[in-house]
């Protein structure tokens, strides 16, 4: 467990930076990129093991770049959490039908936070 590639798709710094800090702290090697855009490209060189996508995303937002990694058979089966402050049951339930593989609300709780992790990264690709 632990050394899995995290990418972290946010765009306020503050909060990649903590998740960044955080997942590294236990083990995890982490990319991240600004944009669902930026996210793309990384996914496509780096190939990651876990995806944290913010939903509201300059550009391209979190759905649509579900839709694209879903749509592409080199990145259809990596699991993707939604990683959002969009909280409420009516965000929950649209976020997790567009086809994410979690759940991960901001401001996070470490331990959910890493509960979150472990599971779908345990899950293996989708």
Known sequence: MADELILIVEDNEKNRRLAR???QVKGYRVVDA????AGLACVAEQKPDLILM???LPGMNGI?????????PATATIPVLAFTASVMPQDR????AAGFDG???KPI???EFFGTIA????KGPA
Not at 34 to 37: I, P, Q, V
Not at 64 to 72: H, P, Q, S, T
Not at 93 to 96: A, G, L, T, Y
Not at 119 to 122: D, G, Q, R, S, Y
């Open 21 to 23: 800090d955080v997942l």
């Open 34 to 37: 600004d944009s669902a855009e």
């Open 54 to 56: 913010d939903i509201h």
């Open 64 to 72: 649509e770049a579900l839709k694209k990694l879903r749509a592409d």
């Open 93 to 96: 339930s649209e976020i997790m």
């Open 103 to 105: 759940f991960v609300a």
């Open 109 to 111: 709780s470490l331990k």
């Open 119 to 122: 599971t779908v990264l345990a």
